[in-house]
Each structure stands twice: as structure tokens, then as C-alpha cells.
């Protein structure tokens, strides 16, 4: 029945960085639009910097930079995807929220391992929609909690 196709599913938030990837829509808090951020030296290259969201301080990642995709302009970063990771929240930057999916158990598969593409490092699963195949992240793998111990410090030196 389409109740229980329902239950064997899941909902995932789709964004483009040259091809469809996916979160699951567990981890989301919002999106919002790019906005301006403040550079912190010191922290991995892909980490570009720290925003405020009302009052709170978020690390955002440039996806890009993280799935060492190729640079885009500053034109094709337009959203900020706002996750929850390690009980704190992060930004995400992506060029473009495309879609909310559901996709059912069924259409989920392991990633195959194929060649040395660095992307796939952060691939938990893939998801096959009636348009092709969806790239689903692993926000785990996206950060090593110690490359944010700096957001801690600062919450340190301010006490």
C-alpha cells in the first residue's frame, strides 16, 4: 500500500554542486540564503569562515572546496544548508537547494568503490530518483569535530 511505501522511505533535501547530491532531511535545521561570513585563519581550506545566525556563531563549510570539486564563482553560491553535527550546527554552502525527495528503501544502494575520486569519501549512500542517481552525504564524514576546537576556544575566551 502506499502507507507502508511511505514507511519504507525516506525524505532527503537535494542541492547541486555540478551533480545532484542529497542530505538527509534528519540532520537540517534550514536553509537560508549566502550571506556574509567572517574568514578565521588557521582552519582547513575548506572551511571558509564563521556566520552569525540571530545571535548564534555557525562554521561554514564550502562544499565545493570540501568534495574538492572545482572552485565556483560567487555568483553559484546562493544557499546555506544549516545541519546539526555533534550537537552544535553547521552551514553548508551549495550552489542551489533543488528538491524534497522521498526515496524508498528499495532505491538506496551502497556507493561502489570506484577509482580515487575524493568525493566518494563522503558518500554514505546512493539514491536512484526517476531522473538518475543522487549522491546521499555522509555529514559524519564531512568534519573532523577537532578542526572546529577554534569555535571553542572563542567561546572560552569570551567567559
Not at 525524505?11 to 540532520?27: G, I, N, Q, R
Not at 572551511?47 to 572546496?65: C, F, H, K, S
Amino acid at each position: 500500500t502506499e502507507e507502508q511505501q511511505r514507511r519504507n522511505s525516506k525524505k532527503y533535501l537535494t542541492f547541486l554542486l555540478d551533480e545532484s547530491y542529497a542530505l538527509d532531511m534528519s540532520v537540517i535545521i534550514e536553509i537560508i540564503q549566502f550571506q556574509d561570513y567572517t574568514t578565521v585563519p588557521e582552519t582547513p581550506d575548506y572551511i571558509v569562515g564563521i556566520t552569525n545566525l540571530r545571535g548564534r556563531v555557525l562554521p561554514l563549510i564550502d562544499m565545493r572546496a570540501r568534495l574538492k570539486l572545482r572552485p565556483g564563482d560567487d555568483l553559484t553560491r546562493k544557499c546555506i544548508i544549516i545541519i546539526r553535527f555533534e550537537g552544535m550546527q553547521l552551514g553548508l554552502i551549495v550552489d542551489n537547494v533543488t528538491d524534497l525527495v522521498e526515496i524508498d528503501e528499495d532505491k538506496i544502494t551502497s556507493p561502489p568503490q570506484v577509482g580515487d575520486n575524493y568525493a566518494h569519501v563522503f558518500v554514505k549512500e546512493i539514491g536512484i530518483l526517476d531522473e538518475g542517481v543522487t549522491l546521499v552525504i555522509d555529514p559524519e564524514r564531512l568534519v573532523n569535530i577537532n578542526e572546529l576546537d577554534f569555535l571553542e576556544e572563542d567561546e572560552e575566551d569570551s567567559l
